[in-house]
């Protein structure tokens, strides 16, 4: 089968084969068929090395497909399910699912990144985030599944899957965000776009988007921001600050100018995904001096048992516009550039369609 194959970090590096295959459907594992996976940023930052995943490994971990076959020891599941696949599984049973949190599940962040899902030239290969998207078929277990309504088609299931529940987690979950609260977004690629368009749902009664890119601004403004900024403007219209800022990019001086940009006693939330040696600069007085909350926000604080439906009915009322964010449905022998138009800044998301 074809699968996107990173055979060392760097964008020449990607190779899409048609010789891959998964590994046996053993115990709980699932084979599911991939109808749909999104390109999101955390995959080109995993195909330049960036987030530090060894290579070789299977490409992708946003998607939505169908069963095709169940271990002996699945339950809830069968062939021909319609499903949506996180990258977050939840097991129910470590000391994060127990307490509640079960995006700090470690069932898939310890080991399950490198356990092998597929067989490249004979040899075992592993997936990104567990999950190995950009590929035809895959394997996980029956803990990174959830049902897909036959109403949503795969390429908004996929989105939902990662990308679009991040985002809304980050204002209903993370901040908590309340009806009159102001709110900076630094960073308006899908993640930023999805918090701008729950910001504003959640009654922020300011919603400043911040982006280099004019034509993302401009489809920010659309989507419910209030003002737009490029980020050399930032610090001239922040005034003392934002209730909440978000920080959707993932690198030191996003960080920074989100915590900067927050009001005394305000929250920073860091949404996006930074690099293992990357730092931040703080002093040690400011951090208490400010008051200010800063907080991690992995997947949104998702529950995605409980969030996939949520932003579904969300999508379903018009509450969320999704189609705005799909920049091209995409073969996945276009997935290498698709990846360098999102590390240009001309894309949102493409869709790998199978």
């Not at 008051?291 to 932003?311: K, N």
């Amino acid at each position: 089968m074809r699968a996107a194959v990173l055979q060392h970090s760097g964008m020449d590096g990607i190779g899409i084969r048609d010789d891959v295959s998964t590994m046996d459907v053993t115990d709980v594992l699932v084979r599911v068929r991939v109808r749909a996976a999104g390109v999101c940023h955390s995959d080109l930052s995993a195909a330049t090395g960036r987030l530090g995943i060894a290579p070789p490994v299977v490409l992708g971990h946003e998607a939505a497909g169908e069963v095709l076959e169940v271990g002996p020891d699945v339950a809830g599941f069968a062939v021909g399910d319609r499903v949506m696949v996180s990258w977050v599984p939840q097991c129910g049973t470590c000391p994060w699912c127990q307490r509640a949190q079960p995006e700090l599940c470690t069932y898939n962040t310890t080991p399950g990144y490198r356990r092998p899902r597929f067989v490249v030239d004979g040899s075992p290969v592993a997936a990104q985030a567990g999950c190995g998207a950009f590929a035809e078929e895959i394997v996980v277990t029956q803990h990174n599944l959830v049902p897909l309504p036959d109403d949503v088609p795969f390429e908004i299931g996929a989105l939902v899957s990662c990308g679009i529940t991040t985002g809304v987690g980050a204002v209903r979950n993370t901040a908590a965000l309340r009806q009159g609260d102001s709110a900076v977004v630094i960073g308006c690629g899908g993640v930023g776009m999805a918090v701008v368009q729950a910001a504003r749902a959640a009654g922020a009664a300011t919603v400043l988007a911040v982006d280099p890119v004019a034509a993302k601004r401009e489809l920010a403004l659309t989507l419910g921001a209030t003002a737009v900024a490029a980020p050399d403007e930032l610090t001239g219209v922040m005034g003392d600050g934002f209730d909440v800022a978000f920080e959707a990019v993932g690198i030191p001086g996003t960080i920074r100018a989100a915590y900067d940009a927050t009001r005394r006693g305000g929250t920073t939330v860091v949404v996006g995904v930074g690099a293992p040696d990357a730092v931040v600069p703080f002093t040690a007085r400011e951090l208490y001096a400010s008051g200010r909350h800063l907080v991690g926000s992995v997947f949104g604080s998702s529950d995605v048992r409980r969030d996939y439906p949520r932003v579904i009915d969300a999508w379903r009322d018009g509450t969320l516009n999704l189609e705005p964010l799909i920049s091209g449905r995409i073969d996945l022998a276009e997935l290498p550039a698709a990846l360098e138009a999102l590390r240009g800044g001309s894309a949102l998301r493409s869709v790998v369609v199978f």
